[in-house]
Each structure stands twice: as structure tokens, then as C-alpha cells.
């Protein structure tokens, strides 16, 4: 019998064909993990697009916002959303999170609805990146892709220092409606 130090493997050919063709079966069976959740850094990352059928998008979208709030105190997390009418009904209980009142921002609901809402909403986040700005506070802003949003506010928004916390959740039907940089 051969002895190996920790760490050396044997990477020569050989073994019994029958429990080759067992471990290949059960490789085959069992290569992909589903359901397994998966870590999105957003604090890193800053922008996450999410794209496929509205229900599921909204779904995945509604938990990761629920999910920021309850992991992450008023005093370090804003959230709020830009959304077409279409979907605005399904995030009217942004409104109840305590993350969306804030004295930095004016007394706007947390929940844009359309361009006019959107670029209002976008404009406000955007001018805290100005000197003298509020770095220190997380937002999260849930942006609808249906919504035309001015892309320089949105380019702003993502290229601002990390130290800015500024992440975004786009939100599409297809990959290929996702803006660069998300």
C-alpha cells in the first residue's frame, strides 16, 4: 500500500470501471444544487439587475428590500423604489418601513410611480453625492426598467464613491434590458 503526505492526490487512470461508472451516475444525478440561496454582496457589488417573468422578478425583488430592512437598522438603510404603474401596486407597503423616513431627504413617498416620480426621486439621492452629501447612510433603490429614468442620473448613481452606499435593484423581463453597469 502506498502511503501519501496530506495533500497529494493520485491523478493517474485506473479504479474499478463499474464504481466509475457509479460515481458518474451519481454525479449526473446530483451536479446541480437547487434552491441553494445565493449571497449578493450589494454593499460591494452596488447594482444588481434581476431579470425573467414579472411575478417571479417582483417576488425575488420584494425579499431582497424585506430582507435589507430587517437585517439592517433605520439609522443605516433607505430604501426606496421607482416603479411603472403597472407594478406600483405591489410595492405600495414600502411606505410602512421605517427605512423610508429619513431627515436628509424631503418628505417624498419612498415609492416613485413613472418618470416624472422617477426622476424627481433620483435627482433628490443623486444630490446627496455633492460635497457635504450624507455618505455614511446606505440606500437601496428598487428601479422598475419599464420606467424611462434619465440614464445619467442612474450612471451617477452607480459610479458614486463606495463609500456613498448607493445600490441599486433593476429590475427587467430581459437581460438584455439592463443598463451598462448593472
Do not use: C
Not at 495533500?7 to 444525478?29: D, I, K, M, W
Not at 435589507?68 to 423604489?81: G, V, W
Amino acid at each position: 500500500s502506498a502511503v501519501f503526505d496530506f495533500g497529494t492526490v493520485s491523478v493517474a487512470p485506473g479504479g474499478s470501471p463499474e464504481l466509475r461508472a457509479e460515481a458518474e451516475t451519481l454525479l449526473a444525478e446530483h451536479g446541480t444544487v437547487r434552491s441553494v440561496p445565493v449571497i449578493v454582496p450589494l454593499a460591494r457589488l452596488r447594482a444588481l439587475g434581476i431579470a425573467g417573468p414579472t411575478e417571479r422578478v417582483d417576488g425575488l425583488a420584494r425579499w431582497i428590500a424585506l430582507q435589507a430592512a430587517i437585517l439592517h437598522p433605520p439609522s443605516e438603510l433607505r430604501i426606496y423604489a421607482v416603479m411603472s404603474e403597472a407594478r406600483a401596486r405591489s410595492w405600495d407597503w414600502l411606505k410602512w418601513l421605517p427605512h423610508t423616513r429619513t431627515a436628509s431627504m424631503s418628505d417624498r413617498p419612498p415609492l416613485a410611480v413613472g418618470e416624472a416620480g422617477a426622476t424627481a426621486l433620483l435627482e433628490e439621492i443623486a444630490a446627496e453625492l455633492a460635497p457635504g452629501g450624507s455618505p455614511n447612510q446606505r440606500t437601496l433603490v428598487v428601479i422598475d426598467g419599464a420606467v424611462a429614468t434619465d440614464a445619467r442620473l442612474v450612471s451617477r448613481l452607480l459610479s458614486a464613491p463606495a463609500e456613498f452606499g448607493r445600490s441599486i435593484v433593476w429590475l427587467t423581463n430581459e437581460v438584455s434590458s439592463l443598463p451598462n453597469g448593472i
